[in-house]
């Protein structure tokens, strides 16, 4: 399997697209709005008047969510600008993703992105902010080439001082990079996004293969390419590679409410189900079975317990 041609969220606007479905994503966003105004607040006051500000959302996916922060980090210069009496400087926004990613749909919300840009009320000192002159790029990313390791552990560190270190070329010096990353809270726990969100998924594969829907084989041979680090994994892996300094990490934590069950099915849905169609075959009704009873797993697991998800927020400067 070409992973990077299936590794992606569903697109279009749909029912099960990740465009309807990624609340969730959204209030994590929300939460970590304050780390990532302080870093471009920091970067703005340590430039020269007049210079070109570059912003690049990595994993853009598409949906509403793909514009939020660089909205919100726009809006954070302006007030930056207002407050010190200088002139709004010129923006490089680039949207970055694997090449399966819907880059029509986040084309096709350009129009609402520059609405957004209107009821700011932007000003600059030359007069009221033109969104027609804002530009966006949208760039399918590359991958690392796929290596068969023995543990996720390993490929988890692997990759991620990889893509550390490409980042870092891409970066000036001083220029900042704030990651969120689904985790573990220690060393020894399994991840809530793995409990709470695959779990049931698998419960439900198993289940179909009892019910003789799909084939065991099938099932045994599927895989999710899903690792969640633990905090402590994320700080050495960063001082390991070298090329940043972590200005700051810390967990956040979102409960799910009960009444989101069938959202939450919803939501898997819109993740896994690219690679659940390349494994199992193009079959909306066998996804539809698959999601409905995920959704009642969902439902009665919420109903039972707090369903907590961790992130970890990291702020880091380059070198």
């Known amino acids: 399997m070409e992973l990077a041609n299936v590794l992606h969220m569903t697109g279009g606007i749909g029912d099960s697209s990740y465009a309807r479905n990624s609340l969730f994503q959204q209030k994590v966003m929300l939460m970590t709005k304050s780390i990532t105004d302080e870093a471009i607040s920091a970067l703005y006051r340590s430039l020269s008047n007049g210079e070109t500000i570059c912003i690049a959302e990595l994993g853009c996916s598409s949906g509403p969510n793909t514009f939020l ?18 002139q709004l400087p010129e923006f490089h926004v680039f949207l970055s993703d694997l090449p399966g990613n819907d880059f029509n749909t986040i084309f096709r919300l350009l129009p609402t992105f520059h609405e957004d840009l209107k009821k700011q009320n932007m000003r600059s000192g030359d007069g009221l902010f033109d969104p027609s002159y804002c530009f966006v790029a949208g760039v399918a990313a590359s991958t690392s080439p796929s290596s068969v390791l023995k543990a996720y552990s390993k490929q988890y560190e692997r990759d991620f001082a990889t893509f550390l270190k490409y980042r870092s070329e891409e970066l000036v010096k001083g220029g900042r990079m704030v990651l969120t990353i689904p985790c573990r809270e220690n060393e020894h726990q399994l991840s809530n996004a793995c409990r709470f969100m695959l779990e049931p998924l698998a419960i439900t594969l198993k289940d179909l293969v009892t019910e003789e829907s799909i084939e065991e084989e099938k099932v045994d041979s599927f895989n999710v390419p899903v690792y969640s680090p633990s905090p402590a994994e994320i700080k050495y892996i960063v001082e390991k590679e070298g090329s940043f300094t972590i200005d700051l990490l810390k967990t956040l934590e979102h409960q799910m409410d009960s009444c989101e069950g069938y959202n939450e099915a919803q939501s898997v849905r819109a993740i896994v189900q690219p690679l659940l169609i390349r494994h199992f075959g193009d079959d909306n009704k066998l996804m539809d079975v698959v999601f409905n009873k995920c959704r009642d797993i969902y439902a009665n697991s919420m109903a039972k317990e707090k369903n907590i998800f961790t992130n970890v927020v990291v702020s880091l400067i380059k070198f």
């Open 69 to 86: 922060p660089v909205s919100q980090l726009i809006k954070t210069i302006r007030e930056e600008c207002t407050s010190n009496g200088q």
